[in-house]
């Protein structure tokens, strides 16, 4: 942003009390001494206009410093503008990010839930308590398989999302509508959910074909 210091608003010019018109020479009637006379009258009048004309000149210089105050107003309007639709990005590209982090709750709740099912089930059975867990077991894989479905389509989604205003970001800052300066950081968000997916995957292995991930 520029650090210029703010200019301050222009004084306007005080208003100059116009002064009585000479009045009208009472001619003579000698051609030589009216024609003195008027000579006066018209160095009077010519007076009056050059104060008249000077007031002018100084209220058109004032009108020049208020168009060129407003210009330097609208400048900086357009730079905050600039800055704040820059800031709208990252606060865009952190609200993608929030979104990210609900489906992994939402995710990480169905996985946890559902693999929690699957081992209850698995013990009972196994110290036989029960016979027949495959329902209950089967509906423990499904939650898992849920969850793991959930945070691909999120996952798939912030990416998509991510790429698309990164382009639209490139774009206005081509055409030189924002300055763009800070890059776009590495989603934590997106790594942990990545994470996630990994310890599903390990999970379904686990449960469906009894491959030992966690020991």
């Known amino acids: 942003m520029s ?4 200019k301050e608003t222009p004084k306007r010019p005080a208003r100059i009390e116009l002064p009585p018109v000479p009045p009208l020479p009472q001619v003579s009637a000698s051609p030589d001494i009216a024609s003195v006379e008027y000579s006066t009258h018209r160095t009077k009048l010519s ?11 100084d209220l058109s210089e004032y009108r020049t410093d208020l168009s060129t105050f407003r210009t330097d107003l609208s400048t900086h309007r357009t730079e905050m503008s600039m800055r704040r639709t820059g800031m709208s990005f990252q606060r865009t590209r ?23 099912i699957y081992q209850v089930f698995s013990k009972l059975r196994d110290a036989g308590a029960i016979t027949n867990p495959e329902a209950p ?37 081509r055409q030189g509508l924002i300055h763009g300066e800070s890059r776009f950081p590495v989603s934590i968000t997106f790594m942990v959910s990545l994470g996630l997916l990994l310890l599903g995957f390990a999970a379904i292995a686990n449960m469906v074909f009894k491959v030992a991930v966690f020991g």
């Open 47 to 57: 007076t009056l206009r050059t104060g008249l004309s000077e007031h002018r000149t």
């Open 137 to 173: 077991r089967n509906f423990g894989i499904a939650l898992v398989l849920l969850g793991i479905a959930m945070l691909i389509v999120g996952m798939v989604h912030h990416v998509q999302f991510m790429i698309e205003l990164g382009r639209t970001r490139r774009d206005m800052k």
């Open 94 to 116: 952190m609200s993608d990010d929030r979104t990210l982090m609900s489906v992994i709750r939402t995710s990480l709740s169905l996985i946890g839930f559902g693999f929690t």
């Open 3 to 6: 650090n210029k210091p703010a």
